[in-house]
Every structure is written in C-alpha cells, then in structure tokens.
C-alpha cells in the first residue's frame, strides 16, 4: 500500500516581494486500486497569475488522471496527455474570462500514475520526476526542460507544450517515486552526470521508508515542510519549493 508525505514553501524571493507561493501540488492514494496520482505545477516568475494557472493545471490533471484510473483504463500515458490537454484548455478558458494573455497563466507541469502493474509519467517544463527500485537506488525519469536562453523553461501555456511534453511509461518495480519542481533542483540533482543526487533521496525517504501506515503521514507531510524552510535549504535556494515523496516499499522497521 501507497503511504506519502508532500511539502511545500514560499521562496524567500517572493517572500521579499510579498508574492505568493506559485507552486501548486496534488497527490492522492485511490486505494480501492492501489494507484497513485500525483502532480506538481510551478507558475512561471514572469507570469502575472502563475499561481492560478498552476491551480488549474494540478486538479485537471489529477481529476481525469483518477477519473481514468476508476474507468479501468490502463493506458496511462494517454490519460495523462489527455490531462495536460484539458487542463491547457482550462487555462485559455480562465484568461479569456480574466481579459489576459494565456501566458499570464502560464506554469510547468509534472504528473505521474503509478498503479499495481504499470503506470507513466509526464512533464512540461523544469522540475524533476524521480523514480526508485530495489536495491533503494533513484534516477530520473526525464531531464529537467530548459528553453533556449538561461533560466527559461517550457509552459503548459505554450502553443506548443503538448508537443514538447516528455511522456514515458513507468516500470512495474517502481516503488519509490518524488516530484519536485525547479527550486529544489540544486538540492535533489546532479548537474554534470544528469542524474539524480542519491545521499538527497536516501535523507528524505529514510524517514518515510520506517514508516508503517497508508495515506499521507501527516507528521512527516510537517516535517518536509519545515526542512523547505530551513536555514540549510534556504541557502541554496530562494524559490517557491514543493516536494512530494510517495513510497510502497515494505516498512524497513
């Protein structure tokens, strides 16, 4: 059985301009199915309602992902483009009632179903999808997007972010799985090998690895946020942070 534990905070860059968090995230346990839907949408800097578009993006995609799962569809990757779809839709429908560009709205987004056999991940943008195996090792699924200039990315708003979206299956020994949006990428990858930072996943799994429950842990849901802001985080990073960790490994207590 599924047990998870998802963290959030603010950059202290928006902080400073008294800006909201733009990061949004969802994650949830169908456990009639044992399956696990989790996304993650970070509104772009740039964008005047970022934080609206990711909104829209995160319930979308979770929406019809579950709405999938509960059908019985076992094509995965297709429910999760049919998401991302929706929920551009979605997000051109809200500029229009809002008399704003698209690109207002505009956000990155990563998703994943992981069921009992099977599962797919999706990704627009930067941010991280990671996955782990057994023996405990993590890599992931696809390299954080850039665009053609430093510190650019792809958006869901794009006219082309279907196009440019990374889908893949998963593998059916998934049994850790992490999603993290750009903020923590400093922390959780490694920029040179293009992989992930294993000593990061090994830190913040361990905790969630003894654990013997279902659901979200809400005690350690508290725990991750509090390391989001803290001192040691905070150094590295300035932005908006959302982590959400998700394991069905046998509790190693």
Not at 38 to 67: K, M, N, P, Y
Not at 116 to 144: E, K, M, N, Y
Request: aromatic share 6%; glycine share 8%.
């Amino acid at each position: 059985m599924w047990r998870f534990a998802a963290g959030q905070a603010t950059g202290s860059s928006h902080e400073k301009l008294n800006q909201p968090c733009q990061d949004r995230m969802v994650c949830s346990l169908l456990a009639e199915h044992d399956t696990l839907v989790a996304v993650v949408a970070d509104g772009a800097g740039t964008a005047g309602q970022g934080h609206q578009g990711a909104e829209i993006a995160v319930w979308t995609v979770s929406a019809i992902a579950q709405l999938g799962v509960r059908a019985g569809r076992r094509d995965y990757a297709e429910v999760l483009r049919e998401g991302a779809v929706l929920a551009r839709q979605r997000m051109s429908e809200a500029a229009l009632e809002r008399h704003v560009p698209i690109r207002d709205l505009a956000c990155t987004l990563l998703a994943v179903i992981v069921a009992p056999v099977g599962g797919a991940a999706l990704q627009v943008g930067d941010g991280v999808i990671v996955i782990g195996t057994h023996p405990p090792s993590w890599r992931c699924v696809f390299w954080p997007q850039k665009g053609e200039y430093a510190n650019t990315t792809f958006f869901l708003s794009d006219e082309s972010a279907l196009a440019n979206a990374a889908i893949a299956p998963l593998p059916d020994e998934t049994l850790d799985v992490a999603l993290l949006s750009d903020g923590l990428e400093a922390l959780a990858v490694n920029f040179a090998s293009k992989s992930a930072h294993e000593p990061f996943f090994r830190t913040t799994f361990a905790p969630l690895h003894a654990c013997n429950a279902s659901g979200e842990v809400s005690t350690l849901s508290e725990s991750l946020t509090k390391m989001l802001t803290s001192p040691a985080v905070r150094a590295r990073t300035d932005d908006d942070a959302s982590l959400i960790l998700a394991t069905r490994r046998p509790p190693t207590m």
